[in-house]
């Protein structure tokens, strides 16, 4: 199987249910965000990210990609054949665990602190802005998303700024308050 198809040369893909649409469909737009946080995952488990949290992150890439496969499925017909693609409320209430394990070996924030820091860190604060970006995209898309996808991803989001802190503190790294 070739890794082309060609179908997408006049600008136009295809959703689980093979509607086609432009490139440039806000949902397209959206899932193509939570791509991009996948990616960045990607690099800060290859920059270096302490042990401890690699497999927490390999579970949220693998969240990600439900994410991504729950919008591209509009028409909602993709769950009732593939679990792994299904995002529930135990994923939050397993990121909300995760925040608050990792939340508690941190000094209380008394400022705002300034993105950068490690090279695992700093990617983590990139990451956690994507996120951020694909979670004002999710709310805008019509018909709406399901509401358990904007949960999951706003944890996300605060789950990668407390990781950004514990990987920068956990690499000596102090914080830079504004």
Known sequence: MKIYTRTGDAG????????RVRKDDPRLDT???????????????????DAAFDAD?????????AVGAQLADPGEK???????AVI??????????????????LPPLRRFILAGGSPAGAALHVARTICRRAERRM????????????????RLSDLLFVLARATNQRAGVPEKEW
Request: net charge negative.
């Open 12 to 19: 136009e893909t295809s959703y689980f249910d093979g509607t």
């Open 31 to 49: 899932y193509g965000d939570v791509d991009e946080l996948n990616a960045w995952l990607g690099l800060v488990r290859a920059s270096g990210l």
């Open 57 to 65: 992150l390999d579970r949220v890439q693998r969240d990600l990609f």
């Open 78 to 84: 993709l769950a009732a054949r593939v679990t792994k």
């Open 88 to 105: 529930t409320d135990d994923d939050v209430t397993r990121l909300e665990t995760l925040i608050d394990r990792i939340d508690a070996g």
């Open 139 to 154: 709310v805008a898309l019509e018909p709406a998303v399901d509401p358990v996808l904007l949960r999951y991803v706003n």
